[in-house]
Each structure stands twice: as C-alpha cells, then as structure tokens.
C-alpha cells in the first residue's frame, strides 16, 4: 500500500533556451551600380532609362556567423517623391514576388539580405523637367530558429505566399534622378540647310522661297545660283521641255 502522506512533490525549473530578439533591427537600403553589389551610388544619383536599378536590403550590425535571421521583402513600390504613400506610384514587388516582367527579384527570403532590380523609367504626365525615383519597401525580419518556414516562398502563379498577417516595416531609399532616354534627332544630323522632315524614318530636305535643292539634296539655292551643276540645268530644261511639250498638245485640240 502506498502512503500518500510520505510522498514528496519535487518540482524542477525547465529552462528551454531559444534564439530571442527584441525586435530591433538595423536595416541598410541603397542603390548599387551593377548586380555585383559592390559599388553603392550616392543620393542623387543619375539613371539613365532604361537602365536597371539594383536595390540591396541588408541587416547592419550582425555578425556573419549569425544566418538565423532572413530578410523578407514584402512589398516594394516606387513614388515620384519621399512620401510613400504619394498617390502616383509604381509596383516593383508585391506578395514577396516581382509585380511585373520589368523587375526581378534575385534573393529575398533565403538570407540577411535581399536583393532585386528594375528597368528604370519615367514618370507620365509629369511636367517638372527632372524626375525622381523613390523606392519604398515593406520588410520583415524572421529567426529560422523560431520558425522554421521563415525561408519558404514560391513565386508561381497563383501560388505567392499569404502575408497579410506579418509584422513589417516601411523603409525608404532615394531619390535617384532619372534621365530619359534620348533617340537621337536624325534631322539634326542630315546637313539639311533650309527644311528637314521625317518621311517613313528618314530625313528629308527641302526648300523654302523659291529655293530649290542641290545635286547633294540638302543645300537649298536660287535657281539661277552658279552652284547648280550641268546635271541640274540639264534636269531643268528637260523639265521645261515636257511642259512645253505637254501645253503645245492641249493647245492643239482645242
């Protein structure tokens, strides 16, 4: 028989050890100059369109040793100005994925960076002569060692991971100044003394108060001007020649 009395209740402190975090993070934004990620360009920075913008989120202040904590982009968008909320803007990632075949995402989730680029642009209907480019992303920090799915996502369609119930943080990089793309006026490199019009892509000549070409078709002269050619004045007088020619026919069967 057991003696209920004689039995003694031990009662043991259980410490369970986990990676803890505050919940403070520095993060590091900025531009880079090429997806080597080497070299960051300063605020300011000029962009020529349609030239890739590479963008590099990074956890600051961890040692390198520490690959618990995984960056995750949640959403990314550009505006015309600081605010991030400005009513004019642009969507480069949503749900964790590229929002557009114009950005690509090449690491996010999977470490204590992300990166991504995108095909630079210009802002429509803007009349100021210098636009810029504001990047704003919505980001996440996630301790593999508290959650163990921290490094899913799967970009497919239809299939982007629900992040509606994460934690997250706006941060902002800019501005980069755009410098749109320039085609290069053919016109201003035709020779064309007088007129230039663009016909079917090309440029072509022409004159302006009785002047007419010249054999090189793009200097304008008086008809009687010593720089037409004997091929000229031939094409002249044969001109003449049919117009005669031609009134002297109608003449007749009148």
């Not at 949640?74 to 015309?80: E, G, K, L, S, V």
């Not at 064309?192 to 002047?211: A, E, H, Q």
Request: proline residues 4%.
């Amino acid at each position: 028989m057991i003696e209920f009395g004689k039995i003694i209740p031990q009662i043991q402190k259980i410490k369970v050890f986990q990676a803890m975090a505050n919940g403070h993070f520095l993060l590091d934004f900025g531009f880079y100059a090429s997806s080597n990620y080497t070299t960051k360009l300063v605020a300011g920075a000029n962009i020529n369109v349609p030239n890739n913008v590479y963008a590099k989120i990074s956890l600051a202040g961890v040692p390198k040793s520490v690959a618990s904590f995984i960056v995750q982009t949640i959403q990314c968008w550009a505006t015309d100005v600081q605010d991030p909320n400005a009513p004019r803007r642009y969507d480069l990632i949503s749900h964790s994925c590229p929002a557009d075949i114009y950005t690509w995402s090449t690491r996010n989730y999977n470490s204590t960076y992300a990166t991504f680029h995108f095909s630079s642009f210009t802002w429509t209907n803007v009349s100021i002569s210098i636009q810029a480019i504001y990047v704003h992303c919505m980001v996440c920090i996630c301790d593999l060692n508290l959650n163990a799915t921290c490094n899913n996502l799967t970009c497919a369609p239809r299939k982007r991971r629900d992040v509606s119930t994460k934690a997250s943080q706006t941060i902002s990089a800019g501005p980069l100044y755009i410098t749109p793309h320039h085609t290069p006026n053919l016109c201003d490199q035709s020779g064309c003394s007088d007129i230039c019009t663009m016909i079917g892509g090309m440029p072509v000549c022409s004159c302006t108060g009785g002047l007419v070409l010249a054999d090189d078709l793009k200097t304008c002269v008086a008809f009687a001007d010593d720089v037409f050619s004997s091929n000229s004045m031939f094409l002249y007088i044969l001109g003449i020649s049919v117009l005669l020619v031609v009134g002297a026919y109608f003449w007749k069967k009148k």
